[in-house]
């Protein structure tokens, strides 16, 4: 059986169901036919950063986001540095 995948949109109105309509989160759930914890998470999620919420698969909030381009930053950063020490290490020998 295939996971189901929601939009961004079903999940922000599901929170909304709850919070702005009044609806108890297990009412909610089982009209939505999402198990409750996931709509508890989803209400967690939306508190903690609602701007960003529910990136969608293959998007990053922009924290993540910087820190994978910090990461390949460092990566390309240290196989400089290696090719500088193998450079080093071949002229620092005595080719007489």
Do not use: C
């Amino acid at each position: 059986m295939a996971r189901r995948q929601f939009t961004r949109e079903f999940k922000i109105e599901a929170v909304r169901l709850v919070r702005e309509r009044g609806v108890s989160a297990a009412q909610a759930s089982r009209d939505l036919s999402v198990h409750e914890n996931v709509l508890r998470k989803w209400m967690r999620d939306f508190d903690a950063d609602p701007g960003h919420a529910f990136p969608g698969q293959g998007h990053m909030k922009p924290v993540e986001a910087g820190i994978e381009r910090l990461k390949r930053e460092v990566q390309k950063l240290k196989a400089e540095r290696d090719i500088l020490k193998k450079a080093a290490a071949y002229f620092a020998k005595d080719h007489t």
